[in-house]
């Protein structure tokens, strides 16, 4: 089978409201991986989490084996929030990811179900149904969004935290004090920052960002997928979501060895024996989960 690779743009919601006639919106640039003339009433979608973005390391050799191996088109984007600039490779947008938050991802991950389920996304028709993938924090966001979202009917989160609200008292202080908290990007050496809107959504949006929350009333299958050994988000966090998560619904894969990543690097160098095992359990749950009829 020939997988087609589409780039889509899109323009959310980003200002509106705000002054007379509200502000211009912000670019969320994707991609639907599809069989040439193959239509589905479902489709799959990647989301990336915290310093990612659709075309890091193993996302479009991902993207490719699941619409490959489900036989559903499969959609990746960038959040706006991303910091990816229109060359989709390099962090060239820092402001927009300082003034990222958590709540601007889940509106702009529903802007992109809401697209392609009017048609509006090319080589995909108007599907009904989606799954959602996410790593890390994209985890995290696709767990909120199947809670928010009934079309939404099957759930897989890789290495995904548990809790956005992450922060001591002594690191929020000092964040609000100077206006911006600084991380490291090791892998680019750019000193990245958050502004204090990230913080200040966590604390407002309290409810609506609960995780754990959430994961307690998510009635649809759910895969949680975790590395024994991961250096960034520690295991633990997918033990607490499949604790939380109704046990009928919801299987708990460790996979033995596997850091956060799960052994691929960015460029991508090809895949891993971890990675391919959690494509063969992704490809699998989607399979059957969004089966017709399931």
Known sequence: MVIARTAF?????????????????????????????????AAIVVVHGFKGFKDWGYFPFVSEQLAER??????????????????????????????????????????VLDAAAAGELPALGSPGRFGLVGHSRGGGTAILKAGEDDRVLSLVTWAATADFNRWSDEMRAEWRRVGRLEVLNARTKQIMPLGVGLLEDAEKNAGRLDILETARAVRIPFLIIHGTEDESVPVAEGERLAAAAPADNARFAPIEGAGHTFGAVHPFKGSTPHLDAVLDLTAEWFATSLAIGV
């Open 70 to 111: 489900t036989g559903h088109p499969v959609i990746s984007f960038n959040f706006s929030g991303s910091g990816i600039g229109a060359d989709l490779q390099n962090f060239t947008e820092l402001d927009l990811f300082e003034a990222n938050t958590f709540s601007k991802e889940l509106d702009d991950l529903e802007l």
């Open 9 to 41: 743009e899109l323009t959310n919601r980003e200002g509106e409201g705000e002054g007379e006639g509200g502000g211009e919106g912000l670019p969320i640039r994707g991609d639907v991986w599809s069989a040439g003339g193959a239509m589905s009433d």
